[in-house]
């Protein structure tokens, strides 16, 4: 009853309850985010330099004042824009779902707005909407589709909010004292044209409708991905989430406005949590595969598919999901790396993506060697046991499993694997060469329930920013 009167005044959304809307996502594991927008344009440089951190925050690190930077969006022709290529690529990677910026902190939005001019429709020489195709590619490969919507940062419709940042970490740029000296009387905001209106008026005028427009217009959205609550009121967030409540199946992050909208699952960001903040709670970490976002031409310091493979499969064993970062070129493509690197984590999944697909956190803590994820069936227990580190007398221990083992094989080769019963565990005999270098899992069946060795939360997790 408490719940239920705190509910009507601001959280939860519960037209259909959590454990129904949240189920594709909890056995789905694995998503595509996609950062795309006009940074691609300048990818990382601005006046002939090279501007600091993540290049989808060029226009804030640059500084770069909003008429100037509006040019950029004439150079935005993605000619080459493929999207039933990009759905393709997520799906043959092993993922199922896409998180795509609909609108990024920059107010571009990739589609067509009623509610701003500054959209690709009436900004950019490619004048068409670049999320239809895109959530019609979804559809005809049964791939979830997500909007990143950027509710509360916004650098170019006025009344948007802008987070401070000092300019001279952007670029050694000379006039980054007085740079500052402004950005500090007008709420992080380098360009008058910025502050035209307040934020209630950039809510009621721009997020608001947008957000109508995304979830109006594409067919079923499965989430909105809000980020950068910094700035929000409660009052602006009530608003937005009003929007969701009209659609029962919806999902959405915790990023609307902290602390009282939750939303359904938590954000770590570029990090995995650790055992001691697993709570119980959904989340999802999104993780980009160099160090950028959005595209930057120079970011080069790419993660090998062995990481990214021994990512998720970290993630899986901790019952989080893995949403894992694209940034396009402005001609519509994606990065040669990042084909790539999709390519080979979609070989890896495609052997052994059941150990992925609707598995529960391990019943363990993590072992030395690797992880472990989990599925329970009618009476029994499949455990999965990804090794990254292949033992060199061919023994693994599996300290704390008690559980009779009724079948063990592996699903690189479908090799039976001998399990034999010690004071200190199931120990698995496993053949010399591993068959997989990046990760062979071992699929155990073994009868009963598994209890959980895990002792929970002793310290919040680390969400977002
Ligand atoms: C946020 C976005 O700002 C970022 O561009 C990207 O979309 C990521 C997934 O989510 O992450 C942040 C948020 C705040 C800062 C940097 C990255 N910050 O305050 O510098």
New binding site residues.
Partial sequence: MFVCVLSQLAFCQDSLPASQRMQWWREARFGM?I?WGVYAVPAGEFRGQKINN?G??IMNRGKIPVAEYQQFAQQFNPVLYDPEAWVKAAKDAGMKYIVI?AK??DGFALFDSKASKWNVVDATPFKKDLLKPLADACRRNGIKLGF?YSQAQDWTNPGGTA?R?PAREGWANPDSSLIDAYTKEHEGHWDPAQTTRNLEQYIDDVAVPQVKELLSNYGDVSLIWW??PSGMTDAAAAKLDALLKQHPQIISNDRLKRPNYPGDYKTP?QRIPNLSELDGKDWET?MTMNET??YKSYADNWKSTQTLVRNLVDIASKGGNYLLNVGPKADGTFPQQSIDLLKGMGVWMKTNGEAIYASKASPFGLFAWGRCTKKETNKNTVLYFSVFDWPADGKLTVPGLSNKVLNARLLANGAAVKASKTTEGVVFSLPATQPDAIATVIRVEVKGTVASQMVHTKEPMKS??
Avoid: P, S
Wanted: aromatic share 22%; hydrophobic share 30%.
């Fill in positions: 985010f950062h993540i989808e925050w910026t990024h902190h990143y987070i940042r980020d950068t960001e999104c976002w959005g977002g920013l």
